[in-house]
């Protein structure tokens, strides 16, 4: 397996529904319970890319096996440089490392955004996300019980965090939240 790592595009939105189609429907990680379609993915792939964030796309050759992306962590002017990431791999190949290479590439991505911060807001508490956020260098900075319903049991929302760049050490740059 060769995995290779890219800035996703609206051409992938169909690979890209299904995956999260299949944790949807399946999982707890993400508290939809209807998973969105084609158009509502191409949609937030050019949001998400048009602001310049980060939307990558982990691929086997020509198919895409897994995407993460970083939105800003809130709409509020102050949360510019906080982002929130989303990454879900392709259910027949979680386990195989992608996730890692996924998620390393987009701390570097989200970086190189302007963000000084990023949060993984880990839905159901999921052990395999924890393990990874884990492993990638984020530390654990709460937990909210009983924050969703679904699967038939109330679900823990799991927040980690982790600095990136200089974090707070120093002021950002360019400051539109000043």
């Keep these: 397996m060769t995995v290779s790592i890219r800035q996703a595009t609206a051409d992938d939105a169909d690979a890209i529904a299904a995956i999260y189609a299949y944790h949807v429907l399946h999982g707890t990680a993400t508290y939809d319970t209807v998973p969105p379609d084609v158009a509502a993915t191409t949609e937030k792939i050019l949001t998400i890319t048009g602001r310049n964030w980060p939307f990558l796309a982990a691929c086997d050759g020509p198919a895409v096996i897994g995407y993460a992306y970083a939105t800003q962590f809130r709409d509020r002017p102050a949360y510019a440089y906080a982002c929130e990431n989303s990454i879900y791999i392709a259910d027949d190949r979680r386990g195989g490392g992608v996730g890692k290479l996924l998620l390393l590439a987009l701390l570097q ?27 990638c260098g984020f530390e654990h900075a709460g937990r909210l019980a009983g924050m969703g319903w679904k699967a038939g049991r109330w679900l823990d929302t799991v927040y980690m965090q982790i600095a990136l760049g200089d974090g707070t050490a120093t002021a950002p740059i360019a400051s539109n939240a000043d």
Excluded: Q, Y
């Excluded at 000084?116 to 395999?128: C, D, H, N, S």
């Design 109 to 135: 991505a989200a970086e190189a955004s302007g963000f000084r911060r990023m949060v993984a807001v880990i839905g159901g508490g999921e052990p395999a996300s924890v393990a990874l956020h884990g492993s």
